[in-house]
């Protein structure tokens, strides 16, 4: 454990907060921080976007967040503004919120927009104050920030830099991070760790278990913890993979193992794969980071773990196509779904989008529908064509595919369904329909890693 330095600065019991960086993690950090009574200033460098959350409008799908939001407005404790030098003379905490995209042509993790928060920040603080990072970095990044705040701030080492790592999820952004599993705080100093226990007090006096550490491990506690529910997602992918060549049902093998409380059922949902803005790009950037510190073969595994996810767009791909007679060309294909899970309108990776993107590369007329996502799908890819509802979608298809699992498309009645399409069959990514309902109802259907009608078990040689 490191050595915590001493200091004679007093812990500052109500810190007047910004948030640079108001995407995802950022908006919904700046409004759960006002709803725990701070001063919160919002900071972004969009124009538009600030001008979106100032008049209460969150610029992404994120179910509670605008009520959230316009509570908070309400209340004017919580205000926006894309001035770097009015967030420098508020702030007492200064948390970095902004994203970090995998690079154009690598696996490493671009770090333009750390960086250049960083910098903007460090040049104008002038008075005692702590930087937390949230963003997800390559461990060693707060390192390398250190000494750039020491070389590069007008007040040196009186401005402190800690890292507090991020768990939410998309779609429950509100509840955790007002509900988190753990706090992580990676501090150099007592001070910055009073700072962080002040500012989380409610959550700690409710029992949220904390972990203070040194700035490299809560850095890497974060990738550590993306790997891991994306290996375990990859696990039982690979065990559809294990189960489509014997005719085993991976629903019941996962129901099975999650009774064991030392697997545990969570994250072991079998389908599609994962996809989004983080866990992807989290274990490319794991993989490289690791590689550069000489110890890639340590989390060379992860590559398995992304290219058993890339197979199962692959998989779904080529079951679509028997469905539809063993040729895609012409082929009618009602693609419901398009963000990379439900409850969300985000398509970054979305395993839903890339298998709608490969039916149309191999001659499908395909058609999309997302409740939420067609916006953001139509704008990543112009040429596809999205449906306004599901209903239009649906007509007259030879083939439907349920690619993310919507509640309007795993509550459908396969009667209803069927009475639009072309022909019953459908393939149902997700693992999420009821597949015997569909059945009766004279479906033809397929699912990833389940038996289909003829289910072969091949005979031992
Ligand atoms: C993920 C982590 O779950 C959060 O803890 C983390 O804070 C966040 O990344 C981040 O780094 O910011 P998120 O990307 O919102 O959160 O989405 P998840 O709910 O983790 O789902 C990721 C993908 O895995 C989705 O495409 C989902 O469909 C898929 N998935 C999830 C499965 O295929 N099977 C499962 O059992 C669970």
């Keep these: 454990m490191f050595e915590l330095q001493h200091t004679d600065h007093p812990i500052v019991q109500r810190p007047r907060i910004t948030v640079v960086g108001v995407g995802y993690l950022g908006a919904t950090h700046a409004v759960c921080m006002a709803k725990l009574g701070f001063d919160v200033l919002g900071v972004d460098v969009d124009e538009a976007k600030i001008a979106e959350l100032r008049s209460g409008r969150v610029p992404f799908f994120e179910p509670g967040l605008p009520e959230q939001l316009g509570e908070m407005l309400a209340t004017g404790r919580l205000t926006f503004t894309t001035d770097l030098d009015e967030a420098a003379r508020f702030g007492d905490v200064h948390f970095i919120c902004v994203g970090t995209p995998q690079a154009e042509g690598s696996d490493a993790a671009d770090l333009t927009f750390v960086d250049a928060a960083f910098d903007a920040l460090v040049r104008r603080i002038d008075r005692k104050a702590l930087l937390v990072g949230k963003s997800t970095v390559p ?19 009186e401005l402190e830099l800690a890292w507090n790592p991020e768990f939410l999820r998309e779609g429950f952004a509100v509840e ?10 990676g501090v150099a100093s007592e001070w910055a760790a009073g ?13 949220t278990p904390l ?3 040194d700035l ?6 974060k990738v550590a913890a993306n790997s891991f529910l994306a290996t375990k997602i990859s696990y039982i992918n690979a065990m559809a993979e294990v189960c489509e060549a014997t005719g085993a049902d991976v629903n019941r093998l996962a129901e099975a193992l999650a009774f064991d409380d030392r697997i545990g059922g969570r994250f072991l949902k079998p389908g599609l ?15 490289h980071r690791a590689d550069e510190l000489g110890v890639g073969q340590a989390v060379e595994f992860l590559r398995e773990v992304d290219d058993i996810n890339t197979r199962r767009r692959v998989r779904t791909v080529d079951l ?39 039916l149309y590369l191999e001659g499908a007329e395909v058609r999309i529908y997302d409740p939420e996502a067609n916006e953001n799908a139509h704008r990543a890819y112009p040429d596809l064509e999205f449906a306004d509802s599901m209903d239009e979608a649906l007509q007259d298809a030879d083939v439907v595919a ?39 109802a004279g479906w033809e259907v397929r699912a990833l890693g389940r038996p289909g009608r003829r289910a072969r078990v091949p005979a031992r040689s």
């Design 139 to 157: 461990v060693g990044t707060a390192e390398r920030l250190t000494r750039m705040i020491a070389g590069r701030s007008p007040i040196g080492d």
């Design 195 to 207: 700072q962080l226990r002040a500012l989380y007090r409610p959550l700690l006096e409710r029992g």
């Design 211 to 213: 972990v203070v550490t």
């Design 273 to 287: 794969g994962f996809g989004g803005g983080c866990l992807p790009k989290d274990i490319r950037a794991f993989m």
């Design 216 to 221: 490299a491990t809560a850095e890497l506690v």
């Design 402 to 440: 349920l690619l993310t699992e919507w509640d309007e498309f795993t509550d459908a009645d396969p009667e209803a369904v069927g009475a639009r399409v072309g022909a019953r069959r459908i393939v149902d990514g997700r693992d999420a329909l009821d597949a015997d309902a569909y059945r009766a």
């Design 176 to 185: 955790d991070t007002l509900h988190p599993d753990r706090l992580v705080f």
């Design 320 to 358: 679509i196509r028997e469905s539809a007679g063993g040729d895609l060309r012409g082929a009618r294909v009602a693609a419901l779904g398009a963000a990379f899970k439900p409850n969300s309108d985000d398509v970054r990776d979305a395993p839903a989008l890339d298998v709608a993107r490969m």
